[in-house]
């Protein structure tokens, strides 16, 4: 079994004395897994960097073998990324939320996504708008088209922390302390104020705590706790 694809690395371990397990997002084939021999060297070692885009050819007898990967540079960030730190930091963030998606399933949209947001100035909105499409793919993505308790679509201020659905400014009014704030730039192409970034990585935070990371038993990534600050800082 063979075959050859672009990825961007997400993460790497080390295996044994010299080698590494290499874990990349691929386009087409989603994360994947695999062993690279001498990924300890130091000409390996600047080419396996979180962030940086690379060329995989990966081999296997059987196709559910870890397999070896053979790598080639295509986009070095690394260096760039740690002149950087929020965007070392979203970058870092990125990669854990890309490791939540189940092994060899494709999610080429999430990838383009992470792949705009690393490449561009730090954007908070663009975070939460990621983070929106990372619970979809994982299946448990909010309906924010319309209000929960009365149907209408317009005028959506508050979303269920129970079911995930949006809710009226009118129909949430009585219930306000129960329900989370929805920013009005997640359901429309307004522009988002700091206060705005803040209360959407709040929302996206919440389900992503109740519904991702509380059932794996995982820790949330405590690099977002310091980037939600940086990105909703007003200036």
């Not at 994947?32 to 885009?53: C, D």
């Not at 970058?91 to 690393?118: N, T, V």
């Not at 975070?127 to 909010?142: D, I, N, P, S, V």
Request: proline residues 5%.
């Amino acid at each position: 079994m063979e075959w050859t694809g672009e990825a961007l690395l997400i993460g790497v371990r080390r295996h044994g004395e010299t080698s590494v397990i290499a874990e990349a997002m691929v386009a087409g084939r989603g994360r994947h897994l695999g062993l690279v021999r001498g990924g300890r060297t130091r000409r390996l070692a600047a080419v396996l960097q979180p962030g940086n885009t690379i060329q995989l050819t990966w081999r296997a007898r059987l196709e559910d073998q870890l397999g070896m990967f053979s790598v080639e540079l295509l986009e070095a960030r690394a260096a760039a990324l740690i002149e950087d730190r929020t965007r070392l930091y979203l970058s870092q963030l990125l990669c854990e939320h890309l490791r939540l998606l189940p092994e060899r399933d494709p999610h080429d949209r999430l990838l383009g996504m992470a792949l705009r947001l690393i490449d561009s100035p730090p954007d908070g909105a663009a975070l939460a708008r990621f983070e929106l499409t990372l619970l979809e793919e994982l299946g448990y993505g909010l309906d924010l088209t319309a209000c929960a308790v009365t149907g209408v679509t317009d005028d959506l201020t508050h979303v269920s922390p129970k079911s995930g659905r949006a809710v009226s400014r009118a129909a949430a009014a009585p219930y306000l302390d129960r329900l989370l704030p929805l920013p009005s730039f997640l359901t429309s192409r307004g522009n988002a104020s700091p206060h705005d970034i803040k209360d959407a990585l709040s929302l996206t935070g919440y389900f992503l705590q109740s519904q991702v990371w509380g059932p794996r038993q995982l820790e949330h990534p405590a690099i977002r706790d310091g980037l939600v600050g940086i990105l909703s800082k007003e200036d």
